[in-house]
């Protein structure tokens, strides 16, 4: 995997003496950690390299995840959470980290949550590959992206107890539009537009669900390890803070927020941080086709508008929630500057496609 990790922010540092300490008690043997890095990518829970020393003199490498200072929403950054439904899912979906350790804030070396699991060896895409693909391999991607988005939606949660938890049962649309309504109301700063067109077409719009499966909710290329010697063979997926029982078109919805192509606007392809543009890549609508199929399912345009505005607006309240940080200076990570103006975009994105269609 190419070390895209840097040095750690001041404002995001702990205490290594006491993380060694607390790895020494709960895996024995891990190794000694030599040295600690961050990675730049993601805006919600900051994720670090801790590369240590083995007692062969090997090296190996390990990943912590924690949540940022600062307010936070209800129910956002669990760390337990997102550790138990990675441990739960090894044994039905392989594409998910090994797991090596959990602190809650009580026990934590650090002061709050974490968690450690081994680092996968593989590629990760960014906005650019930054790595050899063809337009056939790209292609060959996409494909392979759809089916391991099947393969999680077809888990089945009821033969695996941690994940049966997360069901909550029909309503899951309902609860998603009220809840991000709320975030957003809850994140609102002085420079917010008026978004209440958008949510109250959301809100009057919403189908039944179309099922209970276990989905992701930040299904993308650059939460996803490719293997160093084919592209195209997915070996991890990362990132599942968000993930929980529910409705898997509204996971695809989320899924294509992200999902830039190459004849998009300038706004949307300003919001572009994976390869979603280049040569052999799929459209949106070659991607929703692939997936309806292999589901067994179907739906019309009209149909998909409202989960193509939903991933659009929960895209933006996640960016205005990072964008509250920012303004209220609880972090001073210049990366985060540019989310106030992105909200503004995706509330123009939103209200076109409610007014246009697209």
């Not at 995840?65 to 307010?71: D, I, L, Q, S, Y």
């Not at 899912?89 to 594409?95: D, N, S, T």
């Not at 957003?184 to 077409?201: E, F, H």
């Not at 992701?216 to 997915?234: E, F, S």
């Amino acid at each position: 995997m190419a070390d895209e990790s840097r040095p750690v922010r001041d404002e995001d540092a702990f205490d290594v003496g006491a993380v060694q300490r607390w790895l020494d008690e709960v895996a024995p043997g891990a190794g000694q950690i030599g040295e600690v890095r961050q990675f730049p990518g993601g805006a919600s829970n900051l994720t670090y390299l801790l590369r240590l020393v083995e007692s062969e003199g090997g090296v190996r490498e390990l990943i912590l995840r924690r949540p940022p200072a600062g307010t936070k929403a209800k129910g956002a950054h669990d760390m337990s959470r997102e550790y138990r439904i990675q441990r739960a899912l090894a044994p039905v979906f392989p594409q998910v980290p090994r797991m090596i350790a959990y602190a809650t804030e009580a026990d934590s070396p650090i002061g709050s949550e974490l968690y450690v699991m081994e680092r996968l060896d593989g590629l990760i895409p960014r906005r650019d590959f930054g790595f050899p693909v063809s337009p056939e391999q790209a292609d060959g991607l996409c494909n392979a992206a759809v089916d391991t988005l099947v393969a999680l939606h077809s888990v089945d949660v009821t033969a695996v107890p941690d994940l049966q938890e997360l069901n909550r049962g029909d309503g899951y649309v309902a609860r998603q539009i009220g809840g991000w309504i709320k975030r957003l109301a809850n994140a609102r700063t002085d420079d917010t537009g008026d978004w209440s067109d958008i949510t109250s077409w959301l809100d009057e719009h919403q189908p039944a669900d179309v099922g209970q499966r276990m989905i992701h909710n930040d299904y993308r290329l650059d939460n996803m390890v490719l293997a160093a010697d084919d592209p195209t063979r997915i070996i991890g997926v990362l990132d599942w803070e968000l993930a929980t029982v529910g409705d898997p078109l509204m996971d695809l919805g989320c899924t294509l927020a992200y999902w830039v192509q190459a004849d998009d606007d300038e706004f949307f392809q300003m919001t572009r941080r994976q390869p979603t543009a280049e040569p052999g890549m799929w459209t949106r609508h070659q991607l929703i086709d692939a997936y309806l199929e292999r589901m067994g399912l179907e739906l019309t345009p009209e149909q998909w508008r409202f989960y193509e505005v939903y991933g659009l607006f929960r895209f933006a309240v996640i960016a205005q929630q990072i964008w509250y940080r920012y303004f209220h200076k609880q972090t001073t990570n210049e990366a985060y500057a540019a989310f106030g103006p992105a909200v503004a975009g995706f509330e123009q994105r939103c209200r076109r496609i409610i007014t246009q269609g697209g």
